[in-house]
């Protein structure tokens, strides 16, 4: 019933054994010493590929478009350096967060020089500020939204022309138009960019919001829809700025460096604020408080349209001129804090009068 093995036999499958677990064992080594490379190089690669296919959805997104070859990866390498910078930031538990948006492939120094200083605060003249009553002598509410009370325009995108003064000034007569009565309207910023240069505004190089208001009292202001964005600075088109459609009397500046004296204003109605912009906090907010993250030099202008006092921390809800994809469908939260506020925001702000 059994074979019976002879030494011989025996030795020669204890050879043919032998080799066979050699060959295996090399085979297994090989196949360990593989799966260890590509373990480690793997995971390199999955992440490159997960921020290349991210990179390219925002290319599409935004329609950007690169010259060169040498510029894309130019620009994908500052993608993933934003990404990487965005993604430590919200491991730290802040009050608000980062994310990807029309800015993510410019770097600090690009960002900022195609924002710094577009706000410039010019000698304060008296001739058309009207006196307002003291914040003592006001009862203000908890919290405010003119978002909510059908008094706020929709959210705008300068691009590249430098002009957030208009947007924020004009913001805030299209709010004051409304709350006063009348049938709420965008109006046009482009006559501010093209028309204002006497009144001491520079187009899409910078200017001041109480520049425009005064442009705005002696001439009136017509509508976007007569005198529609372009994105550029071009000559005044008189014709269409003679078509007014709203008008003010004059204007109010807020007391600096009191964040009382600006929830009164923003009770009354939306507000004209200038902040500090230039960090790169601004540049990838995407939601939640700022806090953090800012200093107190003034180069960017926006809307103040809402406070809550309840929350915590406190804080201002701002209309931005960066199109509805940044931050909070276009807005930003700031928190309150005493003296120049968070970001600057209480150093300079004013309100024009119906």
Same mark, same amino acid.
């Given at each position: 019933?059994f074979?019976?093995?002879s030494?011989k036999?025996?030795?020669?499958l204890l050879?043919?054994?032998f080799i &066979?677990l050699?060959?295996? $064992?090399?085979?297994c080594?090989?196949?360990y010493?593989i799966?260890?490379?590509?373990?480690s &190089?793997?995971?390199?690669?999955?992440q490159?590929n997960?921020e290349l296919?991210?990179?390219?959805s925002f290319?599409?997104r935004?329609?950007?478009?690169y010259k060169?070859?040498?510029?894309?990866?130019?620009?994908?390498r500052?993608?993933?350096?934003?990404l990487?910078?965005i993604r430590v930031?919200n491991s730290?538990g802040q009050?608000?967060y980062?994310?990807?948006?029309?800015f993510?492939?410019? /770097?600090?120094?690009e960002?900022? /020089?195609a924002?710094? !200083?577009?706000?410039? %605060?010019?000698?304060?003249?008296m001739?058309n500020?009207k +006196?307002?009553a003291?914040a003592?002598?006001?009862?203000?509410?908890?919290?405010?939204d003119w @978002? /909510?009370? $059908?008094c %706020?325009?929709p959210?705008?995108n300068?691009?590249?022309? #430098?002009?957030?003064?208009?947007?924020s000034a004009?913001?805030a007569i299209?709010?004051?138009?409304?709350i006063?009565g009348?049938?709420l309207?965008q109006l046009?910023v482009?006559?501010i960019i093209?028309?204002?240069?006497?009144?001491?505004n520079d187009?899409?190089?910078?200017?001041w919001?109480t520049n425009t208001?005064n442009?705005v009292?002696?001439?009136?202001i017509t509508?976007q829809?007569?005198y529609?964005? /372009?994105g550029?600075?071009g000559k005044?088109n008189?014709?269409?700025e003679k078509?007014? %459609?709203?008008?003010?009397?004059?204007?109010a500046?807020v @007391?600096?460096?009191n964040a009382?004296a600006?929830e009164?204003?923003?009770a009354i #109605?939306?507000?004209?604020v200038a902040v500090?912009?230039?960090?790169?906090g601004w540049?990838?907010y !995407?939601g939640?408080?700022i806090?953090?993250?800012?200093g107190h030099?003034i180069?960017?202008?926006v809307l103040?349209? #809402?406070?809550?006092?309840?929350?915590?921390?406190p804080?201002?809800k701002?209309?931005?001129?960066?199109g509805?994809?940044w931050?909070?469908?276009?807005?930003?939260?700031?928190?309150? &804090?005493?003296?120049? #506020?968070t970001?600057g925001i209480q150093?300079?702000?004013?309100y +024009?009068?119906?």
């Amino acid at each position: 019933m059994f074979e019976e093995i002879s030494p011989k036999t025996n030795k020669s499958l204890l050879k043919n054994s032998f080799i &066979a677990l050699s060959v295996i $064992g090399s085979l297994c080594f090989a196949a360990y010493f593989i799966s260890s490379a590509n373990s480690s &190089a793997t995971p390199v690669d999955f992440q490159y590929n997960l921020e290349l296919e991210e990179f390219r959805s925002f290319v599409s997104r935004y329609n950007k478009n690169y010259k060169t070859e040498e510029e894309y990866y130019q620009r994908l390498r500052i993608f993933r350096d934003n990404l990487s910078y965005i993604r430590v930031f919200n491991s730290q538990g802040q009050t608000w967060y980062m994310g990807i948006n029309q800015f993510s492939d410019l /770097t600090h120094e690009e960002f900022s /020089t195609a924002h710094k !200083k577009k706000v410039s %605060v010019p000698e304060r003249s008296m001739s058309n500020e009207k +006196p307002v009553a003291a914040a003592s002598n006001l009862q203000i509410p908890s919290q405010v939204d003119w @978002t /909510t009370k $059908g008094c %706020v325009t929709p959210v705008q995108n300068e691009g590249d022309c #430098g002009s957030p003064y208009a947007f924020s000034a004009v913001g805030a007569i299209e709010s004051a138009w409304c709350i006063a009565g009348h049938q709420l309207v965008q109006l046009s910023v482009q006559e501010i960019i093209d028309c204002s240069g006497p009144f001491g505004n520079d187009g899409c190089n910078g200017g001041w919001m109480t520049n425009t208001y005064n442009f705005v009292i002696k001439n009136g202001i017509t509508s976007q829809q007569i005198y529609p964005t /372009t994105g550029n600075q071009g000559k005044c088109n008189t014709a269409k700025e003679k078509q007014v %459609v709203a008008t003010i009397s004059g204007y109010a500046n807020v @007391t600096a460096n009191n964040a009382t004296a600006l929830e009164t204003a923003i009770a009354i #109605g939306p507000v004209a604020v200038a902040v500090d912009a230039i960090e790169a906090g601004w540049r990838n907010y !995407k939601g939640g408080i700022i806090s953090s993250n800012c200093g107190h030099s003034i180069d960017h202008a926006v809307l103040a349209v #809402g406070y809550n006092l309840n929350n915590s921390p406190p804080y201002y809800k701002c209309k931005n001129s960066w199109g509805a994809d940044w931050g909070e469908a276009g807005y930003v939260r700031i928190s309150i &804090a005493a003296g120049a #506020g968070t970001c600057g925001i209480q150093i300079d702000s004013s309100y +024009p009068i119906v």
